[in-house]
């Protein structure tokens, strides 16, 4: 019998434990941990809760947690509530599944100000992660900047825009529904330092941004390029910038009182204000053949009360794992950090790619591990884990739980909407009798 352990219950951690089911059929038990009660790591707490078809993977991640030879075991913080060497006596392989769950920083002036945050810790609040629920985002400005030229930009722009009526239907946290619908917001700037072909955006998402009900997107032609350069982009990224096209032309909508003006070649340089942001100060830049961006001298202030830095993440460093700090993920090979220990998806690769790109590396790795042979018996696997953390007062939550908590939560749900999501961490572990 080999004793996997997979720290992490987002995608990646699902699709590497599939892929231990598919290798290595009933010779294997697989321990999925998790800090939370809760799985699916950013399904549940990052993808957008108005975007509820891509949150519906989790039906195939189900499929695998309820396999008798998977475990969940969630409310356990590996590097709290048991280290990595012990897990690692513990089991025959283990592997960090972790994620990235650190907001980069800016680096620039400012950023410690009240109403900076990342868009790790916004995007929790909004989809109730329990680390971020009591977050309180100011939203009594009108002007909100938003850094970042990526689809997590727009996600937040988009949740900022829209109406109580078109978030009816998501799962979005009750406690930022309520703040929304006071929100004062009416001039969302999404900041790139470079142009539209720059962009990381894609066209579902930039696309959403014209058909929104009280919010219009603001392009300005200018900032456009010169159409002969589209046929160089790859399809997807052309079709976006198209689209961007299509914005500029039209003109912003008078009707709607909520713009989202996507702000391109401008680099934040300063966060203003005294007790609280204030405002946020660019430098303007033009960008070579090469697509390096320089400033061009000029300046210029957004006002704005809240400031979302969309700028990527980085894995939390574990100790006894080796960490590249600079990359900021594990130090890996192809997956593996040591003999015996191995890492998949973003704590692998780094915060990029969409769900899909996590399969690969799970299936990879588990091949790898299966090429390393056989493991030497007498590793004691779950009933070892249980027995220690019972040793030292902490009650981990099954899956069972976590269908409980489910179940709850969907009998809450306000009407139309899927769920109404738990929040507190006090209020999760209860229903889990934990
Ligand atoms: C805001 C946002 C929106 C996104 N939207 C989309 C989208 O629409 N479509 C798409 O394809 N992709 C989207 N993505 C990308 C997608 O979510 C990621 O590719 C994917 O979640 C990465 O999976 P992962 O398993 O590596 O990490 P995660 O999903 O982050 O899972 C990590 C898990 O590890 C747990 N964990 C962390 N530390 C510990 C510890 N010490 N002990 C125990 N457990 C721990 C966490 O609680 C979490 O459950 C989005 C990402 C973000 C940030």
Known sequence: MRHIAIIGSGPSGFYAAEAALKAFGDEVAIDILDRLPTPYGLIRAG????????????????????????AFIGN??????????????????????????????LGIPGEELPGVFGSGAFVGWYNGHPDCAGLAPPLDAAGVAVIGNGNVAIDCARVLAKTVAELAESDIAGHALKALERSAVRDIHILGRRGPYQASFTLKEVGELGELERATPVVRPADLPDPAGDAALETGHRRVVEVLRRFAAAGPDPEKPVRIHFAFFHRPVRILGTDRVEGVEVALTRVDEAG????????????????IAAIGYRTLPLEGAAFDARAGRFANA????????????????????????????????????????????????????????????????????????????????RPGAPREKIVEMAALRALCGA
């Open 47 to 70: 993808v957008a809760p108005d975007h509820q078809s891509i949150k519906a993977v989790s039906r195939r991640y189900e499929a695998v947690a309820r396999d008798p030879r998977v």
């Open 334 to 413: 192809d997956g593996r950090i040591d003999a015996g220990l191995w890492c998949v998806g973003w704590a692998k690769r780094g915060p990029s790619g969409t769900i899909g790109t996590n399969r690969p590396d799970g299936f990879a790795v588990i091949d790898r591990i299966r090429a390393e042979g056989a493991p030497a018996a007498g590793r004691p696997g779950r009933a070892g884990l249980l027995a220690a953390l019972a040793g030292r007062g902490v009650r981990p939550t099954s899956f069972a739980d976590w269908e409980a908590i489910d179940r709850a939560e969907v009998a809450a749900a």
């Open 76 to 105: 356990v913080e590996v590097g709290r509530d048991i280290g990595l060497a012990e897990l690692r006596t513990l089991y025959d392989d283990v592997v960090l599944a972790v994620g990235a769950p650190e907001d980069r920083r």
């Open 292 to 307: 390096n961006a320089t400033d061009t001298g000029e300046t210029r202030i957004l006002p704005c009360g809240l400031v």
